[in-house]
Protein backbone atom coordinates (compact mmCIF):
# COMPACT_ATOMS: atom_id res chain seq x y z
CA UNK A 1 0.00 0.00 0.00
CA UNK A 2 2.80 2.24 1.00
CA UNK A 3 4.23 2.11 -2.45
CA UNK A 4 0.82 1.99 -4.53
CA UNK A 5 0.22 5.89 -2.61
CA UNK A 6 3.71 7.28 -3.22
CA UNK A 7 3.21 6.34 -7.10
CA UNK A 8 0.03 8.20 -6.95
CA UNK A 9 1.32 11.09 -4.76
CA UNK A 10 3.63 11.65 -7.42
CA UNK A 11 1.92 10.44 -10.99
CA UNK A 12 -1.43 12.35 -9.95
CA UNK A 13 -1.67 14.14 -6.65
CA UNK A 14 1.61 15.87 -7.92
CA UNK A 15 0.71 17.25 -10.99
CA UNK A 16 -2.62 18.74 -8.72
CA UNK A 17 -0.18 20.14 -6.99
CA UNK A 18 1.71 21.70 -9.40
CA UNK A 19 -0.65 22.86 -11.64
CA UNK A 20 -1.90 24.53 -9.18
CA UNK A 21 1.01 25.91 -7.91
CA UNK A 22 1.58 27.41 -12.10
CA UNK A 23 -2.07 28.60 -12.63
CA UNK A 24 -1.16 32.21 -11.51
CA UNK A 25 1.41 32.24 -14.18
CA UNK A 26 -0.11 30.21 -17.01
CA UNK A 27 -3.41 32.64 -17.29
CA UNK A 28 -0.77 35.37 -17.48
CA UNK A 29 1.17 33.79 -20.23
CA UNK A 30 0.10 35.10 -23.90
CA UNK A 31 0.42 30.95 -25.15
CA UNK A 32 -0.68 28.79 -21.78
CA UNK A 33 -0.60 25.18 -21.95
CA UNK A 34 0.14 22.07 -20.00
CA UNK A 35 1.58 18.89 -20.40
CA UNK A 36 1.31 15.91 -18.56
CA UNK A 37 3.23 12.91 -18.58
CA UNK A 38 1.15 10.18 -18.92
CA UNK A 39 1.58 6.37 -20.30
CA UNK A 40 -0.37 3.89 -22.87
CA UNK A 41 0.46 1.75 -19.75
CA UNK A 42 -2.73 3.40 -18.01
CA UNK A 43 -4.70 3.52 -21.41
CA UNK A 44 -8.12 1.35 -20.33
CA UNK A 45 -8.23 0.16 -23.74
CA UNK A 46 -4.70 -1.32 -24.12
CA UNK A 47 -4.57 -2.86 -20.88
CA UNK A 48 -7.90 -4.19 -21.29
CA UNK A 49 -7.16 -6.09 -24.95
CA UNK A 50 -6.16 -9.56 -24.34
CA UNK A 51 -3.13 -9.31 -26.25
CA UNK A 52 -1.42 -7.00 -24.32
CA UNK A 53 1.90 -7.85 -22.75
CA UNK A 54 2.30 -5.09 -20.63
CA UNK A 55 3.40 -6.16 -17.03
CA UNK A 56 0.77 -5.46 -14.04
CA UNK A 57 1.75 -2.60 -12.55
CA UNK A 58 -0.98 -1.88 -9.25
CA UNK A 59 0.69 1.29 -8.46
CA UNK A 60 1.80 2.93 -11.68
CA UNK A 61 -0.72 1.74 -14.36
CA UNK A 62 -3.87 3.19 -12.40
CA UNK A 63 -2.43 6.13 -11.48
CA UNK A 64 -1.40 7.34 -15.15
CA UNK A 65 -4.88 6.54 -15.76
CA UNK A 66 -6.17 8.48 -13.26
CA UNK A 67 -3.49 11.12 -14.80
CA UNK A 68 -5.18 10.89 -18.27
CA UNK A 69 -8.64 11.79 -16.50
CA UNK A 70 -7.37 14.42 -14.50
CA UNK A 71 -5.92 16.00 -17.77
CA UNK A 72 -9.55 16.01 -19.81
CA UNK A 73 -11.12 17.66 -16.62
CA UNK A 74 -8.51 20.23 -16.53
CA UNK A 75 -9.07 20.54 -20.27
CA UNK A 76 -12.39 21.33 -19.76
CA UNK A 77 -12.35 23.60 -16.95
CA UNK A 78 -9.49 25.97 -18.11
CA UNK A 79 -10.31 25.60 -21.68
CA UNK A 80 -12.47 29.15 -21.14
CA UNK A 81 -9.43 30.73 -20.51
CA UNK A 82 -7.53 29.41 -23.28
CA UNK A 83 -5.10 27.19 -21.71
CA UNK A 84 -4.93 23.92 -23.52
CA UNK A 85 -4.06 21.29 -21.35
CA UNK A 86 -3.02 18.21 -22.95
CA UNK A 87 -1.26 14.09 -22.42
CA UNK A 88 1.48 12.59 -24.12
CA UNK A 89 3.04 9.26 -23.81
CA UNK A 90 6.86 9.34 -24.09
CA UNK A 91 6.91 5.37 -25.16
CA UNK A 92 9.41 2.74 -23.25
CA UNK A 93 12.11 5.57 -22.49
CA UNK A 94 15.60 4.10 -20.66
CA UNK A 95 15.16 5.48 -17.43
CA UNK A 96 15.82 4.87 -13.57
CA UNK A 97 12.93 3.60 -12.80
CA UNK A 98 12.86 0.59 -15.46
CA UNK A 99 16.70 -0.04 -14.91
CA UNK A 100 17.15 1.96 -17.71
CA UNK A 101 15.77 -0.76 -20.27
CA UNK A 102 13.49 1.37 -22.49
CA UNK A 103 14.09 1.26 -26.37
CA UNK A 104 13.88 4.98 -26.44
CA UNK A 105 15.99 8.02 -25.21
CA UNK A 106 14.72 10.71 -23.37
CA UNK A 107 15.30 13.02 -26.32
CA UNK A 108 13.14 10.69 -28.05
CA UNK A 109 10.53 10.58 -25.33
CA UNK A 110 10.67 14.45 -25.10
CA UNK A 111 9.17 14.72 -28.70
CA UNK A 112 5.19 14.13 -27.83
CA UNK A 113 5.82 16.51 -24.93
CA UNK A 114 7.66 19.26 -26.93
CA UNK A 115 5.33 19.30 -30.03
CA UNK A 116 2.24 20.27 -27.27
CA UNK A 117 3.79 22.46 -25.22
CA UNK A 118 4.65 24.40 -28.63
CA UNK A 119 1.06 24.03 -30.25
CA UNK A 120 -1.02 27.23 -31.67
CA UNK A 121 -3.20 28.91 -30.27
CA UNK A 122 -6.70 27.32 -30.76
CA UNK A 123 -4.76 24.12 -30.67
CA UNK A 124 -6.21 20.40 -29.41
CA UNK A 125 -6.81 20.54 -25.90
CA UNK A 126 -7.67 17.18 -23.99
CA UNK A 127 -5.84 15.08 -26.06
CA UNK A 128 -3.62 11.64 -25.19
CA UNK A 129 -1.19 11.62 -27.86
CA UNK A 130 2.76 10.33 -28.82
CA UNK A 131 5.01 11.28 -31.15
CA UNK A 132 2.58 9.44 -34.09
CA UNK A 133 -0.68 10.76 -32.78
CA UNK A 134 -3.53 10.12 -30.50
CA UNK A 135 -3.65 6.97 -28.12
CA UNK A 136 -7.09 4.60 -26.97
CA UNK A 137 -7.98 5.87 -23.30
Not at 21 to 49: E, H, K, Q, W
Not at 68 to 85: D, F, R
Not at 91 to 109: I, K
Not at 126 to 134: K, S, Y
Request: charged content about 15%; overall charge negative.
Amino acid sequence: MDEIRSVFETNFFGVISVTAAFLPLLRLSSAPRIVNVSSVAGSLAAVSDPASTDPIAAGYAPSKTALTSLTLQYAKGLAPEGILVNAVCPGFVATDLNGFRGTRTPAQGALAAVRMATIPAGGPTGTFTDEDGPLPW
